[in-house]
């Protein structure tokens, strides 16, 4: 079955950077469009970041000039490298890949998450 597996969570002082992975198995993560979500406390889930299958990213306002969002298609694996990290970063981060219409139906995957703290 596809899986979605993120990595690179934990506890890091406010202004302090991390990075988090996507490795994604049985899937043909080259046609896909990929993106990480989060849900903070009491939050609603929201978009982070996305990149297409032709490395185009788009960012949500409250973390542009901070994340970088990146993928390596041979290695079916998708990044976000955070820095400047502050406490209303703190959430569940989700990975999410998006097959568009390249699939009939449309097919889309969640990872299980990995939690990311920011706290003095």
């Known amino acids: 079955q596809v899986q979605l597996v993120e990595s690179g969570g934990g506890l890091v002082q406010p202004g302090g950077s991390l990075s988090l992975s996507c490795a994604a198995s049985?899937?043909?993560?080259?046609?896909?469009?990929m993106g990480w979500y989060r849900q903070g406390p009491g939050k609603q889930r929201e978009l982070v970041a996305i990149?297409?299958?032709?490395?185009?990213?788009d960012y949500a306002d409250a973390v542009k000039g901070r994340f970088t969002i990146s993928r390596d298609n041979a290695k079916k694996t998708m990044y976000l490298q955070m820095n400047s990290l502050q406490p209303e970063d703190t959430a569940v981060y989700y990975c999410?890949?998006?097959?568009?219409?390249?699939?009939?139906?449309?097919?889309?995957?969640w990872g299980q998450g990995t939690q990311v703290t920011v706290s003095s």
């Open positions: 990149i297409t299958s032709a490395g185009s990213t």
């Open positions: 049985q899937l043909i993560f080259s046609i896909y469009t």
């Open positions: 999410n890949a998006d097959s568009g219409r390249r699939m009939v139906p449309p097919t889309t995957y």
